[in-house]
């Protein structure tokens, strides 16, 4: 399927038009004032519930890899799990698993 020049700008322009839009809903529109307690309470769980959406996809299926199952990753992704299921801390968490990642590739190759 192929696409003309005029559609593939006017996605990006009705995509970039849509993601101001809910920017301006919440920044424009009640930026300036506070929010109650119980959106300030859901709101610290975006991270959590982004942050699995992102990696789970280069665990399963890498890019690196070609979308071959890797033990490296998986192997890495565990170890990052207990990591911060240990430590509690998220900045000990990223460079633990960054490190065994880079560990389990020397060692499994």
């Known amino acids: 399927m192929s696409f ?3 559609q593939i700008w ?6 970039g038009l849509g993601s101001f839009l809910l920017r301006l809903s919440f920044l424009g529109l009640i930026g300036s004032r506070s929010l109650p307690e119980w ?3 859901h709101l610290r769980y975006t991270a959590v519930a982004v942050m699995p ?3 789970t996809p280069m665990i399963l299926f890498p890019a690196a890899t070609e ?3 890797d033990t490296v ?8 799990i207990a990591i911060s299921l240990w430590t ?3 900045v000990l968490t990223i460079f633990g ?13």
């Open 73 to 80: 990753r998986l192997g890495a992704a565990l170890a990052t």
């Open 4 to 6: 003309t020049t005029f």
């Open 39 to 41: 959106v300030l309470r």
């Open 53 to 55: 959406g992102m990696i």
């Open 88 to 90: 509690r801390s998220a």
């Open 10 to 15: 006017t996605v990006i322009l009705a995509l």
């Open 67 to 69: 979308g071959a199952f």
């Open 97 to 109: 698993g960054a490190a065994v990642l880079f560990a389990l590739h020397f060692i499994i190759g």
